[in-house]
């Protein structure tokens, strides 16, 4: 068969973006296909534009905690069109910058759908590309498969574009991208009801901070309407009606479906070339990125391992430096920081307490504390963190944060988490102060000590 390429990029995101510019710097003859716009989830409809969104919504706070400082006649409106128009010359800027740097690395974009035709060729609108090595970067979708009637809802991609700002919001879902848009909406003026199954929103995050996120956005004026099942979602002329399964209904002028993604497989002609899929419908790979074909890589959110940006490039940059380089990489899943960029915000690294009381004893340390700049304004907001530590060899397994710059100040203790740090590592530094993450150097006496095998107590929502 005549090869075309030596490696071929299905899709122009964060993964692929990241893979083929590092093959091409390897040497590979590269070409990356993208059926929308270069950039994909994350730099045109995830983590940039609901960034900038963020940074929207934070002023309405500041402007109330500026008058506490001495600021007067603050008379500030958020107009919607403006911020959407300035998004988008942002996104804009980015997408093209995202094309110039495929470019000047030399990997040659061809636009339009790829599809499988044989394990090795893919087909973009007539033209057969033929490669060697071929990398599924496809990355998610919404799902809407939740409850009946969910695909009348906005998404993440709709409520990013809107230009109008809801007069009543019914968030349905509990994960970081539902309560990020009920934050981000609430700050800016909507009412917004959020509505979840579990008891708590954030699955999967150290119980402690679930519990004393649901208080912070319900002391933010959200409506949190958790616990009961969801029935299934109905348009009616003043907007939507949500069932409940206790028979309650919640209606909202409009209503984002946040309730999960799944993986971009459908029409890939995956199954023709013999690539399978496990029941979530991701591609199934081994620890380097390797389908069950020979030839097919898959790296990113299509096989859901952890569906965040930095993971997608370290996956592709491992394929790159392990086929082009011949250097084998693997990427380590198991220490992963990530962040919750709600007011607050929540930011996590390491094993929770929950994950870490089932391994072995376990260290609790913990700081609660109302902030200088909270308090200096009378606000009620506290801040909370959290060091889980091995009960045996004092190694820090996991850092915790709901507060101002939680994100930024996790960042940096992943560092030391993921080198493997001691308690007695973060004893012995030295704090800056007068900072929020110094309380993180200053915990010294355990708040609880758990013993092997235990189920830690339920998540206290705040002391
Ligand atoms: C609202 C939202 C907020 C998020 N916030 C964060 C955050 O704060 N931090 C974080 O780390 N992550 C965040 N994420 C997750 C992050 O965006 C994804 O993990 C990341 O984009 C995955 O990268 P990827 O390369 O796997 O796929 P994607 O970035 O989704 O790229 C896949 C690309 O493939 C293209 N494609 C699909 N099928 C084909 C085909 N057949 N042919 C050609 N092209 C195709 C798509 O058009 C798309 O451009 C967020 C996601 C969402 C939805």
């Not at 087909?123 to 498969?145: E, Q």
């Not at 370290?314 to 007011?343: C, K, L, M, N």
Request: hydrophobic share 45%; with cysteine.
């Amino acid at each position: 068969m005549e090869m075309t390429h030596d490696l071929i990029v299905i899709g122009g995101g964060s993964g692929g973006v990241a893979g083929s510019r590092r093959a091409a710097a390897l040497g590979a003859k590269v070409a990356i296909v993208e059926a929308d716009r270069f950039g994909g989830t994350c730099v045109i409809r995830g983590c940039v534009p609901k960034k900038l969104m963020m940074y929207a919504a934070s002023f309405a706070h500041q402007f109330k905690d500026a008058a506490g400082f001495g600021w007067t006649d603050l008379q500030a409106r958020f107009e919607m069109p403006r911020w959407a128009d300035a998004k988008k010359r942002e996104i804009d800027r980015l997408e093209k910058i995202y094309d110039e740097m495929l470019g000047n690395a030399g990997v040659e974009t061809v636009r339009g759908r790829g599809r499988f035709t044989s394990a090795c060729e893919v087909d973009v609108g007539g033209r057969r590309l033929a490669a060697p090595r071929i990398l599924v970067a496809t990355g998610g979708a919404p799902a809407a498969d939740a409850l009946p009637g969910l695909a009348a809802a906005m998404t993440s991609n709709e409520v990013l574009d809107l230009r109008e700002l809801p007069e009543s919001l019914l968030v349905i879902g509990g994960g970081y991208i539902a309560v990020e848009f009920a934050s981000i909406l609430s700050a800016l003026g909507s009412r917004v009801t959020l509505a979840y199954r579990d008891r708590y929103p954030l699955r999967g995050f150290d119980d402690e901070l679930r519990g004393r996120l649901a208080l912070a956005l319900g002391e933010r004026g959200i409506t949190l309407a958790c616990g009961v099942a969801l029935q299934q979602l109905e348009r009616d002329a003043q907007g939507f009606v949500l069932t409940r399964a206790d028979g309650s209904v919640l209606r909202a002028a409009a209503a984002l479906n946040a309730t999960g993604r799944k993986p971009s497989t459908a029409g890939l002609g995956l199954a023709e070339a013999g690539v399978p899929l496990n029941a979530r419908g991701a591609i199934i790979v081994d620890n380097e990125s390797r389908t069950a074909v020979p030839s097919i890589w898959a790296v990113g959110d299509v096989t859901d391992r952890v569906n965040l940006t930095p993971v997608a490039i370290a996956e592709a940059r491992a394929f790159a430096d392990t086929e082009f380089a011949r250097t084998p990489t693997r990427v380590d899943h198991r220490i992963v920081a990530s962040a919750v960029f709600t007011d607050p915000p929540v930011g996590s690294v390491g094993l929770t307490e929950q994950q870490a009381a089932l391994r072995g004893p376990v260290d609790i340390y913990a700081a609660d504390f109302r902030p200088m700049k909270e308090a200096f304004v009378g606000g009620s907001q506290r801040t909370f963190m959290k060091l889980v530590v091995d009960g045996l060899d004092q190694r820090v397994l996991g850092a915790h944060m709901i507060g101002p710059e939680a994100p930024e100040i996790i960042q940096s203790l992943a560092v030391a988490v993921t080198g493997g740090a001691r308690k007695h590592d973060f004893d012995q530094t030295i704090a800056v102060h007068p900072t929020l993450s110094e309380e993180f150097m200053l915990m010294r006496t355990p708040v609880r000590r758990l013993a092997q095998a235990v189920q830690p107590p339920a998540a206290p929502v705040a002391s």
